[in-house]
């Protein structure tokens, strides 16, 4: 049972998602930055704006529509975390079960690298806008681009977040070998063999978890 889910003494349920937040949205910043940066500068180069401060803001408000749609993500997670724990302590039985959800959730994870919809939004993320087309330096716009950049990148994702979710949120480990995925799949040249490499060391970590916990 994570303490992410718990409320602290004396705490309310909206300070305790406030700090859920704030918690996810820091290490959503630490682990996104790396394959952000890319596209906020194709962004910029796209825009065109007619000053450098109007650049610097509209580039800014488009990562505010990027970690928008990844706060939106983390309310969810926090309410489907404090619903699933409630459930946990009615039915201790199914905290036995955890290690046996973690590697199916692992090894889904590893074959969803492999299919075409991960290949769909990985080249999303890579490559918008495309080389050469403008964008309207206004702030519909940047907004809008930044929403649908957090999209493609919270979809493409999706596997790799799960595992977090499954493993442990605060798991320094797993929070580095994420992070050092999703940037290389984002920014290595053959993006789709690279992606597919982790879906295969994945699969096969998730494989090893299952037996352990049928071990176990």
Do not use: N
Request: net charge positive; proline share 5%; hydrophobic share 55%.
């Amino acid at each position: 049972m994570s303490m992410a889910w718990m409320r602290m003494p004396g705490q309310t349920w909206t300070a305790a998602a406030a700090s859920f937040l704030g918690m996810w949205l820091l290490m959503m910043a630490a682990m996104m930055l790396p394959s952000l940066v890319p596209m906020l500068w194709r962004y910029r180069r796209a825009a065109g704006a007619p000053s450098a401060a109007r650049t610097i803001g509209l580039t800014t408000l488009v990562g505010g529509g990027y970690f928008f749609v990844w706060a939106a993500i983390g309310l969810a997670v926090f309410l489907m975390g404090v619903a699933l724990t409630a459930f946990e302590m009615r039915v201790p039985l199914l905290a036995r079960t955890t290690p046996i959800a973690a590697g199916a959730v692992v090894l889904l994870a590893g074959l969803l690298q492999f299919t075409a919809w991960k290949a769909h939004h990985l080249a999303c993320t890579r490559e918008s806008p495309m080389p050469g087309r403008r964008l309207q330096p206004d702030i519909l716009t940047a907004w809008r681009h930044g929403l649908r950049l957090g999209l493609h990148c919270s979809y493409c994702c999706i596997g790799m977040t799960s595992i977090l979710l499954a493993t442990g949120l605060m798991e320094l480990r797993t929070m580095a070998l994420v992070t050092a995925a999703i940037t290389l799949e984002r920014l290595a040249p053959a993006s789709q063999r690279i992606a597919r490499l982790i879906g295969a060391v994945t699969v096969i970590a998730g494989f090893v978890l299952l037996a352990r916990a049928a071990g176990g």
